[in-house]
């Protein structure tokens, strides 16, 4: 697949899910936070459109929000958002982006796996760091049986790994999922994916 093309599939994703609400991992995080932290500053890795990343700014929360396609952040930028919004939009990819100082709160919904294993583990070993105690992460991991096993630039991990990966961490959500399904570009899939709230003590 060439860049441009992959660009265009994301496009079309953008397209397909706009207007569909927050994912229930964010949503349960900033629950699990009570009242928004003062100064509380979020980072949305694969951010897409922002559909989290509006809900973090409703609800008073800074937000980076980080994604590789530039139309992403563009249709972030072009949402409806809440007056006084702080958003700052950053093209990067999840395989090279730091954890900024300060962060409490690290969503990646849908995206997180979506590099090389290598990436993947350096990715978590930097956001296992950056969180302060108190700090959080949401998002979804893939599992062993996903039918998108064996494509590149994408990480699956047993339910073992996903686990002693979030070691050290209180669990405030772990769900595993798995049902035969059409992707939003109209493919059949078998999704097999770990929704993931942790906590870092
Ligand atoms: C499945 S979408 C999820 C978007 C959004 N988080 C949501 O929940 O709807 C994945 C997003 O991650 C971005 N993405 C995929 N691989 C990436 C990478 N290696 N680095 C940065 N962004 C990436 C894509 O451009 C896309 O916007």
Aim: aromatic share 8%; net charge negative.
């Amino acid at each position: 697949m060439t860049e441009d093309e992959r660009s265009a599939g994301w496009a079309a994703y953008y397209d397909k899910l706009r207007d569909r609400p927050p994912r229930r991992t964010l949503l349960a995080a900033l629950d699990n936070f009570g009242t928004t932290p003062a100064g509380a500053l979020a980072l949305d890795l694969g951010c897409g459109d922002g559909r989290d990343a509006v809900e973090m700014l409703r609800r008073g929360w800074r937000v980076i929000a980080v994604d590789a396609e530039p139309e992403a952040l563009r249709q972030l930028q072009a949402r409806p958002l809440p007056p006084e919004s702080d958003v700052t939009a950053v093209v990067a990819r999840l395989e090279e982006v730091p954890i900024p100082l300060g962060v409490q709160l690290i969503n990646s919904s849908f995206a997180m796996p979506l590099c090389e294993p290598q990436a993947f583990h350096d990715l978590w070993g930097r956001i296992r760091e950056g969180l302060p105690p108190g700090g959080r992460f949401s998002g979804q991991w893939y599992g062993p049986r996903d039918s998108w096993v064996g494509r590149p630039g994408i990480t699956f991990l047993s339910r073992e790994n996903a686990l002693s990966m979030l070691e050290g961490f209180d669990l405030e959500m772990f769900e595993e999922e798995e049902a035969d399904g059409v992707t939003p570009r109209g493919t059949a899939k078998h999704w097999h994916i770990f929704h993931i709230v942790a906590r870092k003590p």
